[in-house]
């Protein structure tokens, strides 16, 4: 995303002529910076070499994952359809991961008979209901357990996932017994140890925490597991006031530990790699003033973009031209669903614009499209990738015929 001469592009389109010719709202991705942050996070962790598990959840585009596989990820899948997904996009079974508080029957079933590396559990009733699945099918299958090391990841409440409060995981005591319970299971066979303490994190405390709780558990357990699933959450810079997480240290305390602890690293990153390639495209409906605020209704809405909405979360926002030197104004940008939440962002320095200008949303590449929905009975955006100067539909746009 740069200006040139006052337009602003992606890669080396414009704005302007991707909403003319596709229409607005509309997810753009950049598949070189998506190249650039696969080939970054590889060199960053090189020392030990983790299998990189792309955490599906973040974007769902078979496009995308299919661009993914090419640089050797695997996936980490939450559900069946993700791993139907992750799958179809040609990731190798045995580099999926599946993990996830509320596995069903039918999905366990599913995800054994595919030969995937590991389901990590996350409750006695679920390693339970595996056991009995596997007996069944007269296999054995490799499992995790997932730990929550009550660990705070500093950030948002809302994707925590680490702390003690949170549903995710066992706690030191049932791990303990569930290890136990592995070890005389003759269709179980454990094999990693897993733990995700949150998203969007861009401190390296709590994963140093995270690593330390992990060495005493292990100790504890005598047992020698072959992967240690460190989760992702490493977060981006969606505001020039946000610090970067500093691989190097992370790499470093990871060499320390596996000084020790010599297990195969496992990495399930989804925003790292996909968050800051996205920009959503919309366009200014209406500009509605009153005494309290000037109001920019956009074509775009919390359907179609849910973070800020769900989390309150803040992205950068853009005029798709440029225009030095004109009156800076306050204004709130916000979406036409028929909901208060249904906001974007409140800026008190943007350059004036009107109706039928063009607006950027930015780092949406992350649970952007994943997150939208047909709510208001509103169609889903299309989704565009863009290579230098060329684009391709990656998901076309819902028409209401659709969904009628």
């Known amino acids: 995303m740069k200006y040139i001469k006052n337009k602003l592009t992606i890669e080396k389109i414009s704005i302007q002529s991707i909403a003319k010719k596709f229409g607005t709202p509309s997810y753009c991705y950049s598949l070189n910076q998506l190249k650039k942050n696969i080939i970054n ?38 559900s069946m359809g993700e791993l139907m997904i992750a799958l179809k996009a040609g990731i190798n079974s045995r580099k999926i991961v599946f993990s996830g508080v509320g596995k069903t029957s039918r999905e366990i079933s599913f995800a054994i008979d595919r030969n995937i590396l590991l389901i990590n559990a996350e409750s006695k009733s679920e390693i339970q209901e595996i056991h009995r699945i596997a007996k069944l099918k007269g296999k054995k299958i490799q499992i995790g357990i997932r730990l929550n090391p009550n660990t705070d990841a500093k950030t948002l409440n809302q ?36 733990v995700h303490i949150g998203s969007q994190i861009l401190d390296n405390r709590p994963y140093e925490e995270m690593l330390g709780v992990i060495g005493k558990i292990i100790d504890k357990t005598n047992h020698k597991f072959e992967f240690i699933d460190l989760g992702g959450g490493m977060g981006i810079t969606y505001d020039e006031k946000d610090k970067k997480l500093n691989y190097k240290r992370y790499s470093k305390e990871i060499k320390k530990f596996l000084k020790k602890y010599k297990s195969k690293v496992i990495f399930e990153p989804g925003r790292a790699i996909i968050g800051n ?14 005494k309290e605020k000037n109001f920019v209704i956009l074509d775009a809405a919390m359907n179609d973009f849910m973070r800020p909405a769900l989390y ?60 939208s929905s047909n709510y208001n009975m509103r169609p889903k955006p299309p989704e565009l990738l863009i290579s230098g100067s060329k684009v391709k539909v990656i998901r076309k746009r819902q028409k209401h015929k659709d969904l009628l």
């Open 41 to 78: 996070f590889k060199k960053s962790f090189k020392s030990f070499s983790p299998l990189i598990c792309f955490a599906v959840k973040s974007n769902t585009n078979v496009s995308l994952i299919k661009e993914i596989k090419k640089f050797g990820l695997g996936a980490d899948v939450v």
């Open 159 to 194: 994707i925590s996932t680490g702390k003690k409060e949170n549903k995710f995981g066992v706690n030191e005591k049932t791990f303990l017994e569930l290890v136990n319970y592995c070890k005389i299971s003759k269709n179980l066979e454990l094999k990693c140890l897993s």
């Open 277 to 290: 390639t996205g920009i959503l495209v919309s366009k200014v409906v209406y500009i509605k003033k009153n």
């Open 312 to 371: 309150g979360a803040s992205h950068k926002t853009l005029p798709s031209v440029r225009i030095r030197n004109k009156s800076k104004r306050s204004y709130e940008f916000v979406g036409p669903i028929c909901e208060s939440t249904d906001k974007f962002v409140s800026l008190k320095k943007f350059q004036e614009i009107k109706e039928k200008d063009l607006v950027v949303i930015c780092d949406v590449g992350a649970y952007g499209m994943s997150l």
